[in-house]
């Protein structure tokens, strides 16, 4: 299934390519790269009360990228009418862009009372070629222990292929992807993706003694897209093996944004069907995500959570668990998810909810990266552990550390010392920051 996959991203992948270098550009202007500041989404300038017609489009910033391929990223066409609304989410859109590394749109008023756009972009690099940008790969292998190499935009489609390679104890994992904007007639942008991954678990938490291994390989595809200025949207399908056991899976989710975007609420929903009739089962999340500005380094951020995984016995790779690092998307930094790598944490179970508060500082701002400092909390409980053993307690983890953040990366790395404050347990460790909202 693995090797089926990765064939089929790479035909995708040469089709793109192809697809998009016989298009000519179609835009007013095309103006080489001016300063834009990173940001975790697109700088915008709201255009006036009334809504003006759009007279023309410009794209800045493409050098690999096909400017038709950023205009229609943005979704606007002349002599569209721009409302406030359509601004916002065609801003929204256009950062979404694969290939770009930070975004602005930007609008000037015409003398014949119309509005002309500016779409500015700054690309990825194509792939790490700088010491800087070796350093980062390498940092994050140091800290978060995988490798990931993206080659971004080398049919000048806006397109990024990546892979990772995880080569830890007990729970090695190989994945490849691709997003592509605006794939054929498919909204938004498109992605593909396949894995092998293998984890190892220990029936008694805390006991690694006697461990068992579960694999999974999965190929699946997804489109996202913003329908409004508001909510994005995604949904998906795959083929998943655990073990055995193949699947078919669908998935879906929404991304909505509230108080000028401070507030982002998501919920998502998985359901798979065993090929061979068995049983099926399903997992959903609810995410509630909070900043106090909209920077990349916001000074606070909060996140609060639920994850179910239901069926009468959904896989373990399903289960949600909360870690100190390198686990599954909680954080807990007191309480290590492994014990050489094997799964033996009690706060492991088919239910989860959990909840972070984080305060960042800002001390030191270099040409490459962001050096802060951050104080944290995490709480975690688990439900419907392994083997019918009662709910987890609820752990409290509190703890501070080290951030360092890379514009060119769209994350930081992150290391922290937690204490837990029901236990007195104590742990140091590492892990990547993602993009906001969902961070972990």
């Given at each position: 299934m693995l090797r089926l996959s990765v064939s089929l991203i790479v035909v995708i992948l040469l089709f793109v390519g192809f697809g998009h270098s016989s298009v000519a550009a179609q835009t007013t202007g095309v103006k080489p790269p001016s300063r834009a500041r990173p940001s975790d989404s697109a700088e915008s300038v709201r255009p006036a009360t009334a809504a003006p017609a759009i007279e023309a489009i410009d794209v800045e910033g493409a050098e690999r990228t096909d400017p038709k391929v950023v205009i229609d990223a943005v979704g606007l066409r002349p002599p569209h009418v721009l409302t406030p609304d359509a601004f916002e989410r065609a801003a929204r859109k256009l950062d979404a862009l694969p290939?770009?590394?930070?975004?602005?749109?930007?609008?000037?008023?015409?003398?014949?009372?119309?509005?002309?756009?500016?779409?500015?972009?700054?690309?990825?690099?194509?792939?790490?070629?700088?010491l800087e940008d070796w350093a980062l790969v390498a940092g994050r292998a140091l800290f978060v222990g995988d490798v990931k190499i993206d080659i971004a935009g080398p049919f000048g489609a806006g397109e990024v292929f990546g892979t990772s390679f995880?080569?830890?104890?007990?729970?090695?994992?190989v994945a490849f992807d691709l997003a592509v904007p605006g794939l054929g007639p498919l909204p938004g942008v498109t992605r593909f993706e396949a894995s092998w991954d293998r984890q190892t678990y220990a029936f008694v938490p805390g006991d690694s003694t006697f461990g068992f291994r579960q694999t999974r390989e999965r190929a699946g595809i997804g489109v996202s897209d913003w329908a409004t200025n508001w909510l994005a949207w995604r949904a998906g399908a795959a083929f998943d093996r655990f073990d055995d056991t193949?699947?078919?899976?669908?998935?879906?989710?929404?991304?909505?944004?509230?108080?000028?975007?401070?507030?982002?609420?998501?919920?998502?929903?998985?359901?798979?069907?065993?090929?061979?009739g068995g049983r099926r089962f399903t997992q959903a999340d609810l995410l509630g995500a909070w900043r106090s500005n909209r920077e990349p380094a916001a000074p606070w951020n909060a996140v609060a959570g639920i994850t179910v995984a239901s069926g009468d016995a959904p896989p373990l790779a399903l289960w949600p668990g909360a870690s100190a690092g390198r686990g599954r998307g909680v954080l807990l930094r007191a309480h290590p998810l492994h014990d050489s790598g094997i799964v033996t944490s009690e706060v492991f179970g088919r239910q989860m909810a959990y909840a972070t508060v984080e305060r960042m500082f800002v001390i030191k701002t270099m040409k490459i990266a962001t050096i802060s400092v951050a104080g944290f909390t995490d709480m975690a409980k688990a439900w419907r552990r392994a083997d019918g053993l009662d709910a987890s307690p609820l752990h409290v983890d509190v703890g501070g550390g080290l951030r360092v953040n890379s514009p060119k990366t769209g994350g930081m790395i992150r290391i922290d010392f937690g204490y837990g404050l029901r236990d007195g347990e104590k742990q140091l460790s590492a892990g990547w920051i993602g993009r906001w909202p969902r961070r972990y």
């Amino acid at each position: 299934m693995l090797r089926l996959s990765v064939s089929l991203i790479v035909v995708i992948l040469l089709f793109v390519g192809f697809g998009h270098s016989s298009v000519a550009a179609q835009t007013t202007g095309v103006k080489p790269p001016s300063r834009a500041r990173p940001s975790d989404s697109a700088e915008s300038v709201r255009p006036a009360t009334a809504a003006p017609a759009i007279e023309a489009i410009d794209v800045e910033g493409a050098e690999r990228t096909d400017p038709k391929v950023v205009i229609d990223a943005v979704g606007l066409r002349p002599p569209h009418v721009l409302t406030p609304d359509a601004f916002e989410r065609a801003a929204r859109k256009l950062d979404a862009l694969p290939a770009a590394s930070s975004t602005a749109l930007t609008q000037q008023p015409t003398r014949n009372g119309g509005v002309r756009l500016k779409a500015s972009i700054e690309e990825r690099a194509l792939m790490p070629k700088a010491l800087e940008d070796w350093a980062l790969v390498a940092g994050r292998a140091l800290f978060v222990g995988d490798v990931k190499i993206d080659i971004a935009g080398p049919f000048g489609a806006g397109e990024v292929f990546g892979t990772s390679f995880r080569w830890a104890e007990n729970r090695p994992r190989v994945a490849f992807d691709l997003a592509v904007p605006g794939l054929g007639p498919l909204p938004g942008v498109t992605r593909f993706e396949a894995s092998w991954d293998r984890q190892t678990y220990a029936f008694v938490p805390g006991d690694s003694t006697f461990g068992f291994r579960q694999t999974r390989e999965r190929a699946g595809i997804g489109v996202s897209d913003w329908a409004t200025n508001w909510l994005a949207w995604r949904a998906g399908a795959a083929f998943d093996r655990f073990d055995d056991t193949d699947t078919v899976a669908v998935n879906a989710g929404i991304d909505t944004r509230y108080m000028n975007d401070l507030l982002a609420v998501l919920l998502g929903v998985e359901g798979w069907s065993p090929t061979n009739g068995g049983r099926r089962f399903t997992q959903a999340d609810l995410l509630g995500a909070w900043r106090s500005n909209r920077e990349p380094a916001a000074p606070w951020n909060a996140v609060a959570g639920i994850t179910v995984a239901s069926g009468d016995a959904p896989p373990l790779a399903l289960w949600p668990g909360a870690s100190a690092g390198r686990g599954r998307g909680v954080l807990l930094r007191a309480h290590p998810l492994h014990d050489s790598g094997i799964v033996t944490s009690e706060v492991f179970g088919r239910q989860m909810a959990y909840a972070t508060v984080e305060r960042m500082f800002v001390i030191k701002t270099m040409k490459i990266a962001t050096i802060s400092v951050a104080g944290f909390t995490d709480m975690a409980k688990a439900w419907r552990r392994a083997d019918g053993l009662d709910a987890s307690p609820l752990h409290v983890d509190v703890g501070g550390g080290l951030r360092v953040n890379s514009p060119k990366t769209g994350g930081m790395i992150r290391i922290d010392f937690g204490y837990g404050l029901r236990d007195g347990e104590k742990q140091l460790s590492a892990g990547w920051i993602g993009r906001w909202p969902r961070r972990y």
